[in-house]
């Protein structure tokens, strides 16, 4: 049976990967580029109500506020929105779409059910123009790395891409989150365009997420891990997930764990093929698909189908 028959019915191991990608893990994991040194317990059997539970009680929503330096030094607190990311919108939104940039959506002709949400999350540089019978067109809010904002190829200054919707932006700080060192030497320099952009654009939510809340998401995948994971931060779109568990009372995920489309093909909008996209290589992207499967509630059918997962909003008074 294949990775993706048995992500459906969650039970996978990295052993069940190609050789290519195990080697591609090992070699990230003795490499280690973030000095991860996990502490914590495990504890792999929660149930799905249980996992939920830690979501909620591990996940909080932290973004660059301007409160500890050196940004507070540099005058943050009045450069980053008034209102936090989790107050932005004041009430949750109803239902919302996260859509990834799998190849997988291709032909899905999803995208009139995914524009019906109140809210559609997109990563990166994945466009909706020429793709919308599959992808539809509604975006609210954008996930990109820095990546984006560094690489002029991205044009993130000019491209409609990243006008007219809620930006959140990350980069990878060492997993002992030293802020000074991070503003520093990050992965590729957000801060410089990040500046730059709130000055010019001032009405337009903008965030950067703060380093201790991707590293969260880190801990919390490992902790419900019987394998050791790849020493690297979670995907955009894991962040995407659980950032929209919380602004949401519903998440509808497409392509995410894959459908029967499955396909090597990267991104949907893009001739570039491999099956790490999928099933990771550098993120430890089959770990966090194996969580996002314990908790959702959709049928399996609707997962080979449309590729869709369906969560609840990380509850407020259950736990
Ligand atoms: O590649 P990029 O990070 O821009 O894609 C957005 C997110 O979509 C990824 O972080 C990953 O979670 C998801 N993705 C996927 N399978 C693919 C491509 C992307 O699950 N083939």
Not at 19 to 26: E, G, I, N, T, V
Not at 225 to 239: A, L, R, V
Not at 272 to 282: I, S, W
């Amino acid at each position: 049976k294949s990775v993706v028959h048995r992500l459906w019915k969650g039970s996978v191991s990295a052993r069940m990967l190609s050789p290519r990608l195990q080697k591609a893990m090992k070699d990230y994991v003795s490499a280690n580029k973030h000095r991860v040194a996990y502490r914590g317990h495990r504890d792999t059997q929660l149930s799905p109500k249980d996992l939920l539970c830690e979501l909620k009680k591990q996940v909080r929503i932290r973004t660059l506020d301007g409160s500890e330096p050196p940004f507070s030094r540099l005058g943050w607190n009045r450069l980053v929105p008034p209102r936090t990311l989790d107050r932005l919108y004041g009430s949750r939104f109803r239902t919302c779409a996260v859509v990834t940039s799998a190849g997988a959506i291709l032909n899905s002709s999803l995208g009139k059910e995914i524009d019906s949400h109140e809210a559609v999350l997109r990563f990166n540089s994945a466009p909706t123009e020429g793709y919308e019978k599959d992808v539809g067109s509604k975006t609210t809010i954008r996930i990109i790395n820095s990546q984006i904002l560094a690489n002029p190829k991205h044009q993130f200054n000019t491209s409609s891409l990243y006008k007219h919707v809620t930006l959140v932006a990350w980069d990878p700080a060492p997993y002992a989150v030293n802020l000074w060192k991070w503003y520093k030497s990050p992965d590729y320099d957000l801060f410089t365009p990040y500046v730059e952009h709130r000055k010019k654009n001032s009405s337009q939510p903008f965030y950067i997420l703060h380093p201790k809340f991707i590293w969260q998401l880190w801990d919390l995948i490992q902790r419900n891990t019987h394998e050791n994971i790849q020493p690297n931060p979670p995907s955009s779109g894991f962040i995407g997930i659980l950032l929209m568990m919380v602004l949401c009372e519903k998440v509808h995920v497409y392509e995410y764990i894959p459908s029967e489309r499955h396909t090597d093909l990267c991104h949907y909008h893009e001739q570039y093929y491999d099956a790490a996209c999928t099933l990771g290589a550098y993120h430890p992207l089959l770990y966090e698909k194996m969580l996002v499967q314990r908790i959702n509630r959709g049928s399996e059918y609707n997962l080979r189908r449309k590729g869709r997962v369906t969560l609840p909003g990380t509850p407020r008074r259950i736990c």
